[in-house]
């Protein structure tokens, strides 16, 4: 993991957006299962908020969208709709992955794609 503003903003060549050249769509074709960008600058604060509430739900083995729902679900309560924090993380997922992080020690080793 590492955190970085910008990670789904895609590369441009005379103001025009080159597909599939952001950061995220990049780490996928890749190979890695699973990348939260953001499509901007985060505040510090709202970072903070989305981070707490994304790693409760992990913690509470929810799959990834799921915990990227109630962490940006979150911004909307906290910030109350006036600022567009909630829109920000953009989550990218391997076609072959299902979203689960973890298995639990009885369904055996977690495998990437």
């Not at 597909?19 to 510090?44: C, F, K, W, Y």
């Not at 799959?63 to 906290?78: H, M, W």
């Not at 109350?80 to 997922?93: E, G, H, M, R």
Request: proline share 7%.
């Amino acid at each position: 993991m590492f955190n970085a503003c910008w990670g789904a903003q895609p590369a441009a060549v005379n103001r025009q957006a080159l597909p599939s050249s952001s950061l995220g769509e990049v780490l996928i074709r890749h190979g890695v299962p699973a990348v939260l960008g953001m499509g901007d600058q985060i505040a510090d604060r709202e970072s903070h908020t989305f981070i707490h509430a994304f790693t409760q739900a992990l913690r509470s083995r929810k799959p990834i969208d799921e915990a990227v729902a109630e962490a940006r679900q979150q911004l909307l309560t906290v910030y109350k709709f006036n600022q567009p924090a909630w829109t920000l993380p953009i989550l990218y997922l391997h076609p072959y992955y299902n979203g689960q992080l973890l298995k639990s020690f009885y369904e055996g080793i977690t495998e990437l794609p």
